[in-house]
């Protein structure tokens, strides 16, 4: 069978990669389950906490929608551009093709944490600090907790990026990339969460 772990398979055609990836890839699944318990206990706690502004300002004193929106958009488009970079790798399109949608999803990445920085700057400086409040505080743990992980995964690609001209398309560029892609997606979808709990529900 050539599909052999959830996810986009590699195919038969590449060989050693294609192998290697069935156990480092499952591995890596089973690595993003603790992330995943990570953020599911931080919306548990935002949920929780959303109510207790603590007399302080609340989400639609301190939530720009139009600029979260944007940010949706840079970051489910960065995802389907690095889907893209997959596709070009796993059905041989060339090196060129796979850089440049890779630097396509870095552009949309560092995009997207620019302007969550300059939200959380303006939040800030309108009183929104952690400390004022438990419903700040369990967002201040939950949106940079997010971003932290986009800035290390656009390390990652840079680092991917390197191995690629230096050592070209080899079997340990593949199956980083195959874990690169799971995490890009999965940080997608922590973040649909976050739109739709913490913006949207916090402006219901």
């Known amino acids: 069978m050539s599909s052999r ?3 986009l398979n590699l195919g038969e055609a590449h060989g050693a990669a294609h192998e290697a990836a069935e156990k480092e890839v499952f591995g890596f699944w089973v690595f993003m389950m603790s992330d995943a318990i990570l953020f599911g206990l931080l919306f548990a706690t935002y949920v929780v906490l959303q109510g207790n502004t ?4 609340g989400p639609s004193d301190l939530f720009e929608i139009p600029s979260v929106l944007i940010q949706t958009v840079l970051l489910l488009t960065s995802s389907l551009t690095a889907g893209l970079a997959q596709l070009a790798m796993k059905h041989a ?3 060129r093709r796979i850089v440049i949608w890779l630097l396509i999803s870095l552009a949309l990445a ?6 969550e920085v300059r939200d959380l700057l303006t939040m800030i400086s309108k009183g929104g600090i952690p400390e004022a409040s438990g419903f700040l505080s369990a967002f201040f743990a939950l949106i940079p907790l997010h971003g932290l992980h986009v800035v290390a995964a656009c390390l990652w690609l840079l680092a991917l990026l390197g191995q690629i001209a230096r050592y070209g398309l080899d ?4 199956t980083g990339m195959l874990r690169l892609g799971i995490l890009w997606h999965f940080l997608d979808i922590v973040w649909i969460g976050i739109f739709t709990i913490v913006y949207v529900g916090g402006l219901a």
Request: aromatic share 4%; glycine share 20%.
């Open 5 to 7: 772990h959830p996810g």
């Open 54 to 57: 603590n007399g302080g300002p």
């Open 93 to 95: 399109l060339g090196t």
């Open 110 to 115: 560092l995009s997207f944490i620019a302007l």
């Open 171 to 174: 079997d340990a560029v593949k």
